[in-house]
């Protein structure tokens, strides 16, 4: 089965053909960051106008490089929230449209659990249960996988995703945005115990995170000494990360022992951070735990994460109907 997959949620416009949810054929991303760049965040309207300009080049270019045409096209799959509303619609008119016109089943699928099922995409996928994490520039959230499908979530951030917090530390220092890999960059450099920033929430068995407190405190450091350089700025982005990735780990390694998970996940944006990844191999090997991360290719937004998605609910018995609506705040 050749299932395309869509996604317009934030400000990626992205398209990719899989088949038979786990072989990519082709994996196209239009990245909008240098659009939003000058505003220092993604700016909603900007990126609705740029899917519409976008969409249809960027599915022509999947269907090219994958060698295939439309009408070979088995299955659409969508993202239909959550995500900006308008940037959703976009995604989800076309899908629709297609679907329609082609006389092919579509299906609206939860960003979310596209994030979760990108590690299907690599030769090596973790067979249910598993637990995961998802840490990207909106969620950081913990779910349980007893089964594909079927997710509960037990741990989410009270205020600032992980990713946010990276983007926000990035524009106080003055780093370009989407502020992630720059820090990661820097960080690589720097030394992550040079400043002891907070762990909030870190009380042995709370499973939610806080980072907006850390947020702060990077603040106040800037406030009162003015914005580092050189290995003064390695050093921050080294704690601040450490900061980030101590609690990721932690918690979601507690968690597993305490639901008796062996396989653990880590997904979305964040995980491709170099010190998430590597902190978590660190403490999974550890607890003889097996860690699944996938490429940071499918970590970030890309559309053969939501043709994975797609293809599994499709499996399930899931069907859109045409008046499938983008929900800008579903929750998985
Ligand atoms: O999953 P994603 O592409 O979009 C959302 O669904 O939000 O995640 C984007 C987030 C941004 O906040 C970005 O700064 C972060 O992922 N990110 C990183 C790294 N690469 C991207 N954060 C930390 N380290 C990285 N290397
Ligand atoms: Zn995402």
Partial sequence: MLVLGIETSCDETAAALVEEGRRVLSDVVSTQTDIHQRWGGVVPELASRNHLVQVLPVVDEALRRAGRQLSDVDLISVTSGPGLLGALLVGVQVGKSLGVALGRPFVGVNHLEGHLLAIRLTAEAPEPP?????????????????????????????DDAAGEAF?????????????????????????????????????????????????????QRVRGEGVPSGTALEDLCASFQEAVADSLTKKLVAAARKLGRERILICGGVAANSRIRSLAEERASYRDMKLFVPPPNLCTDNGAMIAAAGYEAYRRGVRSEPSLNANAAWRL
């Fill in 130 to 158: 598993f637990l995961a994490l998802v840490v990207s520039g909106g969620h950081t959230s913990l779910y349980d996988v007893p089964e594909i499908g079927r997710y509960e979530c037990i741990g989410a951030t009270r």
């Fill in 167 to 219: 983007d926000k530390v990035a524009k106080i220092l003055g780093l370009p945005y989407p502020g992630g890999a720059p820090i990661d960059r820097l960080a690589q450099k720097g030394n992550p115990r040079a400043i002891r920033f907070p762990r909030a929430m870190s009380a042995p068995g709370v499973l939610d995170w806080s980072f907006s407190g850390l947020k702060t405190a990077v603040l």
